[in-house]
């Protein structure tokens, strides 16, 4: 039985040559180039059974993880782990590869939503709105009241940032994937 923890089951249009593979996979997943040298197919292997693990019924995880544990690099072994650890058992969103395209959606339109509400209420995060904030916030350092409406407006132009950011990398995710990362691996 073939495996299904292969290059072709990920969402991306991946380079046939190893090296661009190895290129894209790492920066996907945000490994230092470092941890590749000399690498080859079993790194890509494990590098696809990281991305698709959350996905995978128990059957194929067990696959997954001796594809993991056969790297010989067990710097590069133990990132992977993490990684599969982290996106599938505390939080998706630590690994953003991870995600389903209906979960990136979900994303999506919830940091659209955001965005769209802070837009429309006036606050951005842009430069200019945060120099203006602390001008305001050297202007008045005499009154502890203006002080703290500061901080506060700190506190949500550093919120309407944080989603800007957010929604960047959900958005470059979407634009990566050209077929559907799915569920449900037969």
Not at 19 to 34: A, C, T, V
Not at 58 to 72: C, D, G, T, W
Not at 113 to 127: L, R, W
Not at 150 to 167: D, P, Q, R, T
Request: hydrophobic letters at 45%.
């Amino acid at each position: 039985m073939p495996s299904i923890i292969n290059i072709e089951n990920l969402p991306y249009n991946i380079e046939n040559d190893m090296r661009d593979q190895i290129n894209f996979l790492s920066d996907l997943l945000g490994l230092d180039k470092d941890l590749f040298r000399n690498a080859g197919q079993k790194e890509i292997d494990a590098m696809c059974a990281t991305i698709l693990y959350r996905h995978l019924p128990q059957v194929h995880r067990n696959e997954a993880l001796a594809v993991i544990r056969s790297v010989p690099n067990i710097k590069l072994q133990r990132k992977l782990v993490g990684s599969v650890l982290f996106t599938t058992f505390v939080n998706p969103q630590w690994g953003i590869w991870s995600l389903t395209n209906k979960e990136l959606a979900a994303d999506k339109d919830v940091h659209d939503f955001i965005d769209s509400y802070a837009s429309y209420i006036g606050v951005s995060a842009s430069a200019i709105g945060i120099k203006d904030l602390f001008d305001q916030a050297k202007k008045s350092m005499n009154s502890k009241k203006t002080v703290w409406g500061a901080v506060a407006m700190l506190i949500v132009w550093g919120a309407v940032a944080f989603n800007k950011m957010e929604l960047k990398k959900v958005n470059k995710e979407i634009s990566n994937r050209t077929i559907q990362l799915t569920t449900g691996f037969h």
